[in-house]
């Protein structure tokens, strides 16, 4: 049994689509679009901008207005029982049939008050709205593809009951992992999947903030992705002192290193403890005052706590899909072409698609097939469904994988291809660096961010971008999307004429300055050493250890701290003294964010030395390992 449980009925004429939903509740049965808006033939007008009178006929249902968004709303309605929701409940777990999963974190952590406000819309509104037939606590046991039918069991009569149809779309979702670990399933042992588990974790939260027992007191999150470490902070926010253990050395898997480290320092300096490339090996219970023990694979000491949440990621729930003979990826997400159709090893149905966190795409960027769970994608596809049942050809282009999370005060936000994962499937690539402040510097509160993209070394083609900041990190990843959508070279994010005003950022945006340091990378303009690579040549034992020269003037040094055994010299003192430096050593130039730097390596080039500037100057250089101290 799948205990797929909730249906939207969406009749469209005389037969039916049906529309099956995550997991455990919803259903839906829409109605026809029949208007007399004169240019949509009477039903289905996609292209009329103003609601109009709706037509009743006795051969199709009543829709409310003419102009299809009721149509695409519909089909994203259950979408964000998928993707905003993440997975409908379990059978006979309450009724909520839309909601905000993405805030869940917040209503835990107090940030968001009213529980009513994470409900997107209720059946009622539904039926109420666009006459949706919505089927709660309904599970949907077996899709007969050859006959057109579903089998379904209402919880509420016990009955079974078979329902044919003219288009199915299936969107399950995915449902939250587990780790396979004695006493996952302990009593406060806990997933965030949808509001009933938010609830549990609510009273779980509330129980151990009122203890005064230290061993109560202490929540462990397992997993380091964007929801356990919003979970992390929003349990700090009201708080209670908690572990974070993620298995991977890093926080936030699909990021690069270099932006990983940011968010890393801040998660640890806001006050978790942070149990980087660690594992949980058991959960035990410790006896009758309801504490539970942490077991870890490295650490001696187990962790005593009141409340554990599993994060550790989602796997697609399609196992109705592949019973009835769809093709299922090795990631377990049902293949779909670019109509979002389903598809068996011998053929394309063009009456059953699938959206949403269940089914596996195509990467926008490198055209691999590719499984994210992320609402925007499940989203288009839904729209892109809806369009094609009502005879709309229409597309998707593939996921591109933009997501942005806020941990206490560190925003990271990624689109396109990491250079982890441009490496992993052997894409030839170059990445410039750049570490800006978020606006004009001389205007109150600037702060600085780091922004790293990926590049095309051969037509210049952006593939990817990634930025981490305070604040201005959501603008500049969406400038990066937005070109990644539209082919954009680094060339032309130089020329790219952005909103300007000395609050809101800098003649010169971030966004056009990494584009000019990834063009003036692909012209020759400069040469840049790599983090990974300066740590591994930059040490004592090395004889052929280059001379590292810091183009910061003294008071940053003694702020900051300094790359151990580099020299001092501002911009006007190396060409005074130039000629004191050797030719026959590499050079590494550095400053705090790059420009001072490639000043000087352009100087040095010109006066035949062996310069290179190092990516990401001293702020990268801090991210990875420690300044020594400077005197005064």
């Known amino acids: 049994m799948n205990p797929l449980g909730a249906l939207y009925f969406l009749p469209f004429s005389s037969p039916v689509c049906i529309v099956v939903l995550q997991s455990r509740e919803n259903g839906k049965r829409n109605t026809c679009q029949a208007c007399d808006c004169g240019r949509c033939g009477g039903w289905s ?55 905000a999963n993405c805030g869940m974190p917040y209503f835990v952590g107090g940030t968001i008050e009213n529980r009513d406000q994470l409900t997107v819309v209720s059946a009622a509104q539904l039926k109420n709205w666009f006459n949706i037939d919505v089927r709660t606590l309904s599970d949907v046991r077996n899709i007969d593809l050859t006959a057109k039918k579903v089998t379904v069991f209402d919880f509420a009569t016990q009955r079974e009951y078979e329902e044919p149809f003219t288009h199915l779309v299936i969107s399950t979702g995915a449902a939250p992992k587990r780790p396979c ?72 898997p699909p990021v690069d290193k270099e932006i990983a480290k940011r968010v890393e320092r801040e998660v640890r300096n806001s006050g978790v403890q942070l149990l980087l490339g660690e594992t949980v090996e058991a959960v035990e219970k410790t006896s009758s005052d309801g504490n539970i023990l942490v077991k870890l694979n490295k650490a001696q000491e187990p962790i005593p706590c ?114 982890m994962a441009l490496k992993r499937q052997n894409i030839p690539y170059e990445t410039a660096f750049i570490y800006p402040l978020h606006h004009a510097e001389y205007f109150p509160g600037a702060t600085f961010m780091l922004i790293k993209i990926c590049f095309d070394p051969a037509t210049g083609k952006l593939l990817g971008a990634q930025v981490v900041g305070e604040e201005g990190v959501d603008k500049r990843v969406d400038v990066f999307s937005t070109s990644i959508q539209a082919g954009f070279t680094v060339e032309d994010l130089c020329d790219l004429e952005l909103a300007y005003a000395p609050q809101f950022g800098s003649a010169k945006d971030p966004a056009n300055y990494v584009g000019f340091v990834a063009a003036g990378i692909r012209n020759g303009d400069q040469k840049f050493i790599k983090m990974e690579e300066f740590l591994e040549i930059n040490t004592e034992e090395n004889k052929e250890r280059p001379l590292v020269i810091d183009m910061r003037q003294k008071w940053e040094r003694i702020e900051t701290g300094s790359i151990p055994g580099a020299i001092n010299l501002t911009m006007d003192e190396l060409r005074k003294r130039h000629t004191e430096l050797p030719k026959d050593r590499k050079i590494v130039v550095h400053c705090r964010q790059g420009q001072r730097a490639y000043f000087a390596y352009r100087f040095l080039a010109a006066h035949g030395y062996d310069a290179v500037n190092l990516a990401g100057g001293f702020a990268a250089f801090a991210n990875f390992s420690d300044p020594v101290p400077v005197d005064k």
């Open 45 to 99: 007008c996609y292209g009329c901008s103003s609601a109009s009178s709706v037509r009743r006929s006795s051969d199709h249902h009543v829709r409310t207005r003419c102009i299809g968004m009721e149509m695409e709303m519909e089909m994203e309605m259950e979408m964000e029982m998928e993707m905003e929701m993440e997975t409908g409940l379990t059978h006979g777990e309450g009724a909520d049939v839309s909601f």
């Open 181 to 252: 670990v004695p006493g996952h399933d302990l009593p406060h042992c806990h997933v965030l999947r949808n509001l009933s588990d938010m609830d549990k974790i609510m009273g779980e939260v509330n129980r151990i903030a009122a203890s005064q027992d230290p061993k109560t007191k202490r929540a462990v999150v397992v997993g380091a992705g964007f929801v356990g470490l919003e979970l992390a902070d929003n349990l700090m926010q009201r708080g209670i002192p908690t572990t974070v253990v993620e298995m991977l050395n890093q926080v936030f």
């Open 306 to 419: 009141g409340l554990v949440i599993f994060s550790v990621g989602v796997v697609p729930e399609s196992s109705l899909a592949k019973n009835a003979g769809l093709e299922i990826g090795p990631r377990g997400g049902i293949v779909v072409d670019e109509f979002m159709r389903c598809k068996t090893a011998d053929a394309i149905y063009t009456n059953v698609y699938a959206v949403g966190d269940v089914v596996q795409t195509k990467d926008f960027v490198t055209k691999n097939p590719t499984q994210v769970p992320l609402a925007g994608p499940a989203n288009r596809q839904a729209r892109i469904a809806a369009n094609n049942v009502f005879g709309r050809p229409c597309t998707y282009r593939g996921t591109q994988s933009t997501a942005i999370v806020r941990v206490f005060n560190a925003t990271c936000g990624i689109t396109g291809c990491s250079e």
